[in-house]
């Protein structure tokens, strides 16, 4: 079933993806994103994973997804199992992107705790 979400992801026009609550773990996670990456006529805007069992698996494509995918504003990966590393894998992307004037982490809202 998570593959075919996937899948479909892949040709399907989102503004708004919300996987809240559904345990996808890292495999499930790094499936969407890739096929978030590989979508480049979606114009997604907000991204919800908030408590899937996303963990430090997921980081790398995470910070892959946000550099891609010039769309997203808000990403919430509150209630996940990443580690404080993780956590500032992801904060350091986005301040090293805003201070280069990239448009995606300057208006993003990334939310990690709660």
Excluded: P, Y
């Excluded at 495999?27 to 978030?36: H, P, Y």
């Excluded at 997804?65 to 992307?93: C, E, M, P, Y």
């Amino acid at each position: 079933v998570l593959f075919a979400l996937a899948e479909m992801v892949r040709s399907a026009r989102l503004n708004e993806l919300t996987l809240a609550q559904n345990t996808i773990r890292d495999e499930g996670v790094v499936a969407i994103l890739e096929a978030i990456i590989a979508n480049t006529a979606m114009s997604l805007t907000t991204l919800s994973l908030r408590r899937v069992g996303a963990t430090d698996g997921s980081v790398q494509a995470l910070v892959r997804t946000a550099r891609a995918n010039k769309t997203i504003r808000s990403l919430d990966l509150r209630s996940n199992k990443f580690n404080l590393a993780s956590d500032g894998v992801l904060k350091q992307a986005w301040v090293s992107q805003r201070k280069q004037g990239d448009s995606l982490f300057a208006g993003m809202n990334l939310m990690l705790t709660g």
